[in-house]
């Protein structure tokens, strides 16, 4: 079992910076694919981005590449995501979910939030227009 805590949400201005954080504990956290997927009101989840567990491989959705940045810190079990230049279609429920399994090099698997094992409970993210 892992357990994952999201932190970090809050409400931004467009145009403005958030980081998300998630905390992991239970088990060995360095071998998981941690990924970012959100929710916004009415709409399905969709993926955001994933981070391989040694931090070697990274996946970013079309809307966010370019303003967002996903890292790791497997020392503190920690996963990031930096989030700048915030739009009002970025506010939604950030998740972190954490995969067992690393399909390198596979965008598709990797963004199916049907592959992840684990989810936290989510941080809401609002950008004012």
């Known amino acids: 079992q892992v357990q994952l805590v999201e932190s970090g949400g809050g409400l931004v201005q467009a145009g403005g910076s958030l980081r998300l954080s998630c905390a992991a504990s239970?088990?060995?956290?360095?071998?998981?694919?941690m990924g970012w997927f959100r929710q916004a009101l009415g709409k399905e989840r969709e993926f955001v981005s994933a981070?391989?567990?040694?931090?070697?491989?990274?996946y970013y959705a079309d809307s966010v590449k370019g303003r967002f940045t996903i890292s790791r810190d497997n020392t503190k079990n920690l996963v990031y995501l930096r989030m700048d230049s915030l739009k009002p279609e970025d506010t939604a429920v950030y998740y972190c979910?954490?995969?067992?399994?690393?399909?390198?090099?596979?965008?598709?698997?990797?963004?199916?939030?049907?592959?992840?094992?684990?989810w936290g409970q989510g941080t809401q993210v609002t950008v004012s227009s």
């Open positions: 239970g088990r060995t956290f360095s071998v998981y694919t």
């Open positions: 979910a954490a995969d067992q399994v690393h399909a390198s090099g596979n965008y598709a698997y990797t963004a199916d939030p049907g592959n992840y094992d684990y």
């Open positions: 981070i391989s567990w040694r931090g070697g491989s990274t």
